[in-house]
């Protein structure tokens, strides 16, 4: 019995040591839990081409503090299944601790930390996409070096979102055409093709449209276009005469104003110096000849064709009526006239 009593009192003697080391230790830690529970994309900025999305990653968490906790994002084509992207944050609030190195110095460092106990924590990554596609936001939750869980989200349909701001346009194309030429100049008619990305009609709106030569950039012709209001979700097109230098390239610059402010820009280009005389070296003879263009820009002038109508036309006077016949006319009239009275008047006088 007395042997029963020590093995008792032995064990509970153990006990409290082990207890009391417990609190001096901080006694027994609970472990943590901690999982992914949504993703939510949220549309920031659109424009005409990209869209800035920000993932919102809500983790949850319970049990014993944890730090060192890190998400990784990544951001993959939804058709291709690549890579376009990838994100990483630590999740938690900073906390500085303090430390003793391995000289006795007192040491702080900031680490992130999520507290002990039951919450939410949420972290918010942010990618930037092109409109048009498909996409798939693959976020996974690490605890130090160890992988803890891993969730998805998809995202499609970006085309269909509003472009922000009051105008948004877009010069799709910018052609040029010889419409003649006079001495050492080349009219060119430039035409430009707008689309308003909105669905709602733009403000009155303008558009400059400047020439530069290729070489020296000096400023050759410059116009302003009243390009007035443009119909919503449509494309719409404004054409200019330019007056430029022949056998030079020019670049050309458009933009569209809307008051003081540019909401869309356009560029190109006007090669007119492969119409211009060209030397050429004879290696054979050791001399240079001119050498005449092989095209000319009249080429390059649409032919404008006469119409002909299908029924017989009918000569016109100056003023739109048809010729008279030819016959007596007014002079005719009158003198009829004047020998009728006189007739009748030696009547009356006999």
């Not at 944050?89 to 006795?104: C, F, L, N, S």
């Not at 979102?161 to 040029?176: H, N, P, S, T």
């Not at 036309?313 to 009829?336: C, H, K, N, S």
């Amino acid at each position: 019995m007395d042997r029963n009593l020590l093995s008792i009192a032995i064990v509970v003697v153990l006990f409290l040591l082990f207890a009391g080391l417990l609190a001096v230790s901080g006694g027994i830690k609970e472990e943590s839990h901690l999982w992914i529970r949504n993703i939510d994309i949220m549309a920031d900025a659109v424009d005409e081409s990209e869209v800035n999305i920000t993932a919102i990653i809500m983790v949850e968490h319970e049990g014993d503090a944890a730090s060192d906790v890190e998400l990784l994002a990544k951001l993959y084509d939804g058709e291709t299944g690549l890579l376009l992207d990838e994100r990483s944050a630590p999740v938690g609030t900073i906390e500085y601790q303090r430390y003793m190195d391995a000289k006795g110095v007192m040491q702080e460092k900031k680490v992130i930390v999520i507290e002990k106990g039951k919450g939410t924590v949420e972290t918010r990554l942010p990618f930037t996409v092109p409109r048009e596609g498909s996409y798939r936001v693959s976020v996974e939750l690490f605890e130090g070096d160890k992988f803890v869980t891993s969730r998805e989200a998809r995202i499609s349909g970006l085309s269909t979102l509003e472009v922000k701001g009051d105008v948004a346009l877009k010069i799709r194309d910018v052609d040029f055409a010889v419409n003649g030429s006079t001495g050492d100049r080349t009219l060119i008619d430039a035409t430009a093709y707008i689309e308003n990305l909105k669905s709602k009609d733009t403000p009155p709106l303008r558009m400059l449209i400047k020439a530069e030569d290729e070489k020296t950039g000096l400023l050759v012709d410059k116009i302003e276009v009243d390009v007035g209001t443009l119909t919503g979700s449509g494309t719409s097109v404004r054409s200019a005469r330019l007056n430029l230098l022949s056998e030079r390239d020019h670049l050309i610059d458009l933009t569209i104003w809307n008051g003081d402010k540019i909401v869309a820009e356009g560029y190109g280009m006007v090669a007119l110096s492969p119409f211009g005389d060209r030397t050429e070296f004879i290696p054979v003879t050791g001399t240079v000849v001119e050498k005449e263009p092989e095209i000319k820009v009249e080429d390059f002038i649409a032919p404008r064709p006469v119409p002909t109508p299908d029924v017989e036309m009918i000569p016109y006077g100056m003023d739109g009526m048809a010729p008279r016949a030819p016959g007596f006319g007014l002079a005719g009239v009158i003198f009829a006239l004047l020998i009728a009275l006189l007739v009748r008047r030696d009547k009356h006088g006999k």
